[in-house]
């Protein structure tokens, strides 16, 4: 608990320094290219106006949204921040209020812009090599990218982009596609060409160019979704709750929604105020761990929508107002948000961003020591 806050049924803590150790740690491994940080979603959920300050300070030199919303938010905090927004503009938002960079994947967001925009704006041409989705073709980069280098109106040619597939996983495709990008940005007019992630600042030497666009790793989890220590990351989220109760279950006694867990000898149960809507999986139900006294503890009954059950066992050594780690360490115990990704059959991304919207029952705090 951090002195003045009022009392938090739960608490996820961001701790600036990690963020600041990730950020140098990517910004060695990306060198000589620039680091941009991705602070899309609200930082992945950690808050994007701390994080995107602490990256700035610890070597990044822009930060990248996914829309202009993030953007106006991240300005009014800091108000001098280079900006890229990557995905496309939704129609009719191109009459930008404020000067920032964009990416453009189609031609046709590229006229509306043309025709729209009065103040300067710098424009990231995004090609598609192969993820599919947002990006032009080639042909269409190239033409786009000679008439933007001729350009004297408010639109700048400010760089050349694309995006990685599967470069968590899968080396072959990852080489296809920056063969492709490769042979694009040679025939291209000469500016910033980016195409880097984290997975592929960590892993993929020759994918670095001009700038890498990092998000994952820069919060200390892992972009291949298994132990961050093992690239030197440290994570920066922890999430946490408190033992509300303790309660002794009598032989075939049941506890939670559904009777999931019936004591077939008399056990003892604490009870912590966090649940699904705080972004606690109910699919984790019976499966999740919790750390208190230093100790596993298993999620026995169904999580609930504001509170969890776990099992403390025959004897009692648990008391209410003990902490209940969700994600972070505890004594010699970590859980990670890696965990819970493969628990809920997903990635390290979505469990983070799920944290994220629970800001008015959940407790933000960032450390900056
Ligand atoms: C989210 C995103 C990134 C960052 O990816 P990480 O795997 O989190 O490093 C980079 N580029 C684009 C276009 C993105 O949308």
């Not at 600041?20 to 992945?44: F, H, I, M, Q, S």
């Not at 189609?106 to 006229?111: A, L």
């Not at 968590?168 to 880097?196: G, K, M």
């Not at 493969?342 to 960032?366: F, G, K, Q, S, W």
């Amino acid at each position: 608990m951090v002195a003045g806050l009022r009392p938090a049924r739960a608490t996820v803590t961001v701790d600036l320094a990690a963020i600041a150790a990730n950020t140098r740690l990517l910004r060695e491994a990306a060198r000589p290219a620039e680091l941009w940080a991705v602070v899309k979603a609200d930082g992945y959920g950690h808050g994007a106006a701390a994080v995107g300050r602490a990256a700035f300070d610890a070597g990044a030199s822009r930060l990248c949204v996914a829309t202009l919303d993030e953007a106006h938010a991240l300005l009014r905090d800091l108000p001098d921040a280079p900006l890229l927004v990557m995905s496309p503009l939704v129609a009719g938002e191109e009459d930008l209020a404020v000067e920032i960079d964009v990416a453009v994947s189609s031609v046709e967001g590229f006229t509306r812009l043309r025709s729209a925009a009065r103040l300067p704006v710098g424009v990231h041409i995004k090609a598609d090599t192969g993820m599919g989705r947002w990006g032009m073709d080639e042909d269409e980069a190239l033409r786009i990218g000679a008439e933007l280098a001729d350009s004297t109106g408010p639109l700048r040619l400010a760089g050349l982009m694309s995006h990685f597939a599967s470069s968590e996983s899968d080396a072959d495709f990852t080489a296809r596609q920056l063969e492709r990008f490769e042979r694009l940005s040679e025939q291209f007019p000469p500016c910033p060409r980016h195409i880097a992630n984290s997975a592929a600042t960590l892993g993929v030497p020759g994918a670095r160019f001009d700038a890498v666009r990092c998000g994952i790793a820069m919060y200390g989890l892992s972009p291949y979704g298994g132990d961050p220590a093992e690239h030197g990351l440290t994570p920066a989220l922890r999430f946490e709750t408190a033992v509300a109760q303790v309660k002794r279950l009598g032989q075939g006694e049941s506890t939670g929604y559904g009777r999931r867990f019936v004591a077939e000898r008399p056990v003892w149960i604490g009870l912590a105020p966090a649940g699904y809507a705080d972004g606690v999986p109910r699919m984790m139900s019976g499966e999740m761990e919790v750390l208190v006294g230093g100790r596993r503890r298993r999620v026995v009954a169904t999580i609930s929508m504001d509170q969890l059950t776990f099992l403390i066992g025959d004897a009692c050594d648990v008391r209410p107002g003990d902490p209940v780690v969700l994600i972070g360490e505890q004594a010699d115990e970590a859980i990670r948000a890696e965990e819970w990704a493969r628990l809920c059959e997903t990635i390290n991304y979505e469990i983070v961003c799920d944290i994220a919207p629970r800001r008015r029952r959940v407790e933000h705090v960032i450390l900056d020591a």
